[in-house]
């Protein structure tokens, strides 16, 4: 979070949080509609060798963010180069041009970046007199001519944490840590990392820019309880219809003096109407998964959007002895939240710093940076996809170890290229030095076959004999599959039917199935196998249908009652025929 460093006074910490918060955003601008017919990449191989990108600048260079544009220029950005340095590279990141220092950063931290649909490249940092400064590019990151300053009205705030995204429409977002009083924000370091907030009133705000970065109006706190919201670290995306979504780190903070903080979670906010009103209450990301601890030193939380709209969040939690980090996504817009995935292998308490970015339909990319392994500091891929979890094992990016004493940054850099490749970057002193650089890399992926899931919403009903229930039966789509699902059941009691509407779906549709039981149908539950064959997969999913006994008493219909013979006597309901002495 913040970090002690040669460039700070301990009695002014900078909490030194970052994340590629642009990369999220380049999801929609590289995979576009068109993406969604790709399949999802499966197996992670570099395909670039990896670049030194800071070897130029001397001192330690570290905490890196990373973004992309359509054509695959890479954007580069980290603590270094005296201030806030910044590399391009014109060839999907095979090279880097020599990297230069951005204008008035020295003394900065937390940079992070973000590209417009029009190609502008926006580069923004927290500076020493915390507030968020943007820097805009209006040559693809060759030359840098613009800066303004969001800055607060009055004097005397914390500033920490900007984050970067820019709109369809050419918005621009900010969102950054704010405390009206920066005397009561208070720290914990770590020998080895940066450092965690203790107490004080921490909030995560957001200001915007209509003007393309020219000027900024003032902020609005994106959670409840502002002053003394404790929300921080609130990384943001904006999707294909403006909505402007954001996952930020939420602590328990109190009411007065010395406004303590205490374990949080992750939560989920969003604004439809550009940034101006945000939910209250905010949605809590599983806390099933566990806490997030106050002493976390390093960024915890990320969020992506794939091109088919599904939002992925990732983080790590501390408890019981282990740190892991997790994957959780929505494909309802954030509202609910799928059940976390466990991400990272080991079981140990090293760190875990988590970045996702979103690929085509149902995939997403998720990386870690940890120092659990015995060699030091690694840097790690995998993919995800919401029809298969977790796809094959780990790719460790990076091939050297590094110092797991010497702090890497608190982030390491993930955006998404064209033709199916991430680059990737990260802080590491590599072998045992003393001094960290910037490295990069080119990720290929290579696609398999395109699938579906199948899920019944409610899982299971109860119905009385005669009567019916109904379920609806999703498809969940992955890798752009678009194939044609055949919808049948099986399973079913004697006398029911099963009617689906409509009978087939494309991937990625659903459908009402409608369970109809006959007043003869047997009581008792049944399991119903809902089966969608489609024309190169078939999968199933399980609805549990309870017939239970009809109503009244039952009736008996006259056979030959006459004669003395129960012969062809019937009976209706809960009544039944049984056979005594004449009388």
């Not at 900010?174 to 990392?193: E, I, L, M, R």
């Not at 450092?195 to 705000?205: E, I, K, P």
């Not at 309802?332 to 140990?348: C, F, I, L, R, Y």
């Not at 870690?368 to 977790?390: E, I, K, M, V």
Request: glycine letters at 12%.
């Amino acid at each position: 979070m913040y970090h002690v460093g040669s460039r700070h006074l301990a009695a002014s910490r900078r909490r030194l949080r970052s994340l590629a918060a642009a990369a999220s955003a380049a999801a929609l601008l590289l995979f576009g509609a068109a993406a969604t017919a790709q399949a999802a990449p499966h197996r992670l191989a570099a395909t670039a060798p990896i670049v030194n990108v800071s070897s130029s600048c001397s001192g330690q260079n570290q905490e890196v963010v990373a973004a992309a544009d359509t054509t695959g220029d890479v954007f580069q950005s980290w603590i270094g180069c005296g201030g806030i340095g910044f590399a391009r590279s014109t060839n999907s990141g095979a090279s880097y041009n020599a990297p230069i220092m951005l204008s008035g950063s020295s003394g900065a931290w937390d940079p992070a970046l973000a590209v417009a649909p029009n190609g502008t490249v926006y580069a923004a940092f927290m500076s020493p007199n915390n507030y968020p400064v943007v820097e805009a590019s209006f040559d693809h990151g060759a030359t840098f001519t613009q800066t303004a300053s969001v800055k607060p009205s009055g004097s005397g705030y914390f500033g920490d944490r900007p984050y970067i995204a820019v709109a369809p429409d050419g918005t621009v977002y900010v969102t950054w840590d704010y405390g009206p009083d920066q005397t009561n924000v208070q720290t914990t370091c770590s020998a080895v990392g940066s450092c965690s907030f203790a107490d004080g009133q921490l909030n995560a705000v957001i200001e915007k820019s209509t003007d393309g970065g020219k000027t900024f109006g003032g902020f609005t706190a994106i959670g409840p309880d502002y002053p003394t919201m404790g929300g921080f670290a609130a990384p943001l995306l904006v999707d294909p219809h403006g909505r402007v979504d954001s996952l930020y780190e939420g602590h328990p903070t109190d009411t007065t003096s010395p406004y303590a903080i205490h374990n949080g979670y992750e939560y989920f906010t969003w604004s439809n109407d550009a940034g101006t009103t945000w939910p209250n209450p905010t949605v809590q990301v599983r806390p099933d998964a566990g806490t997030d601890a106050v002493a976390n030193w390093w960024i915890n939380g990320s969020i992506a959007i794939d091109a088919g709209g599904t939002l992925y969040a990732t983080w790590d939690t501390q408890s019981s002895g282990t740190d892991i980090g997790w994957l959780s996504y929505s494909t309802d817009n954030g509202a609910t939240w799928s059940a976390p995935t466990h991400v990272t292998p080991d079981n140990t308490t090293a760190a875990h710093i988590m970045e996702v970015v979103g690929g085509p339909a149902g995939t997403a990319y998720v990386g870690w940076q940890t120092n659990a392994p015995s060699q030091g500091y690694a840097t790690y891929l995998q993919t995800f996809t919401t029809a298969s979890g977790l796809v094959g094992t780990p790719t460790q990016v990076s091939t050297n170890y590094g110092n797991a004493s010497v702090w890497p940054g608190d982030t390491f850099g993930l955006a998404t290229l064209p033709n199916n490749q991430i680059a990737v970057s990260w802080g590491s002193a590599d072998n045992g030095g003393s001094t960290a650089e910037i490295y990069a890399t080119t990720v290929s992926t290579a696609p398999p076959a395109s699938d579906f899931s199948l899920a019944a919403n409610p899982t299971s009903g109860s119905v009385a004999q005669g009567s019916s229930a109904t379920t609806t039966i999703a498809t969940t789509a992955s890798g752009g599959d678009t194939e044609s699902v055949a919808l049948s059941a099986s399973g079913l009691p004697a006398g029911a039917t099963a009617a689906f509407s409509p009978s087939s779906v494309t991937a990625g549709g659903s459908s009402t199935l409608t369970v109809s039981t006959a007043s003869s149908t047997p009581v008792g539950t049944y399991q119903i196998t809902v089966t969608g064959t489609g024309t190169a997969h078939t999968h199933t999913a399980t609805f549990s249908l309870t017939v239970n006994g009809g109503s009244g008493g039952g009736g008996v219909t006259n056979g030959g009652f006459e004669t003395g013979s129960f012969s062809g006597w019937t009976t209706t309901g809960n009544a039944a025929v049984t056979t005594a002495a004449k009388h």
